[in-house]
């Protein structure tokens, strides 16, 4: 499609610094001209947003979603982002910076969490289609390092940080399996830099991979 914007995704655990990047990376490529739209999953639009409090902060009397369920939920809110955020910006130009997107899905929902990755990458065709990220970076942190700066930040864990320490090891071996599946799609990136490096690696698999705008 001629002028579609780009669309870059950044996938990680939590506390890998994904918001800290996104914010480096929009103010870096908006000063090169380029109009960039920073948005978050799951979230992005009021409907999704309000879907995240339902994933992330449910009422006692919800108790919880169990793996499938949580996958639609996350999917619904995809889909509502897409529709009304994501797709829109792109036919405008714009480029997109995305925190978390369907690879999220695949390591939390699938790898960790147990749902099969065919039903995921089903669900996936139906609601995501052909809004595929032209990058995907992949934040690579210990977890033990993610959660040092976690606890720094403070704040209550919620439905999905609280879970079990091997559920988080799953997931952050999922990231690293889905870049490895996905060369052409995700950059690596050791997430243990700090944060100017960070971004300063970020724009050189950026420029490398997207024909950078200067
Ligand atoms: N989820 C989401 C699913 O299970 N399936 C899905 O399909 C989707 C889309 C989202 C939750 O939902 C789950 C995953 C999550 O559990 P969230 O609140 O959006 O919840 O969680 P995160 O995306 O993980 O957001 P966090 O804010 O926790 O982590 P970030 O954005 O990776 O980290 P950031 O930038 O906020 O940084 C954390 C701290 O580290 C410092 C920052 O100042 C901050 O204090 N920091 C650094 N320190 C040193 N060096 C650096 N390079 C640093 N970068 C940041």
């Given at each position: ?64 979603w169990q793996p499938m369920a949580e996958t639609l939920l996350f999917y ?52 995501v289609g052909v809004t595929v990220p032209d990058l995907t970076l992949v ?76």
């Amino acid at each position: 499609m001629p002028n579609r914007g780009r669309f870059i995704t950044l996938e990680g655990g939590e506390g890998v610094g994904k918001s800290t990047l996104a914010a480096e990376l929009s103010l870096r490529l908006s000063r090169r001209g380029v109009d960039v739209i920073r948005t978050r999953e799951p979230g992005g639009t009021p409907g999704a947003e309000a879907i995240r409090k339902l994933i992330l902060t449910p009422d006692g009397e919800i108790g919880g979603w169990q793996p499938m369920a949580e996958t639609l939920l996350f999917y619904a809110a995809r889909r509502d982002h897409l529709d009304k955020l994501i797709r829109p910006a792109l036919e405008r130009g714009s480029w997109v910076i995305c925190d978390r997107f369907s690879d999220s899905t695949r390591a939390y929902q699938a790898a960790a969490g147990g749902v099969s990755a065919g039903d995921v990458e089903a669900i996936d065709r139906i609601c995501v289609g052909v809004t595929v990220p032209d990058l995907t970076l992949v934040l690579d942190l210990p977890i033990a390092l993610a959660r040092q700066r976690m606890t720094a930040r403070a704040g209550a864990a919620d439905a999905i940080e609280s879970r079990l320490l091997s559920y988080h090891e799953a997931v952050h071996l999922g990231f690293l399996e889905i870049a490895k599946a996905n060369p052409q799609r995700c950059a690596v990136l050791d997430a243990s830099a700090n944060p100017q490096s960070l971004a300063d690696a970020a724009m050189a698999a950026i420029d490398a991979r997207l024909d950078g705008v200067r």
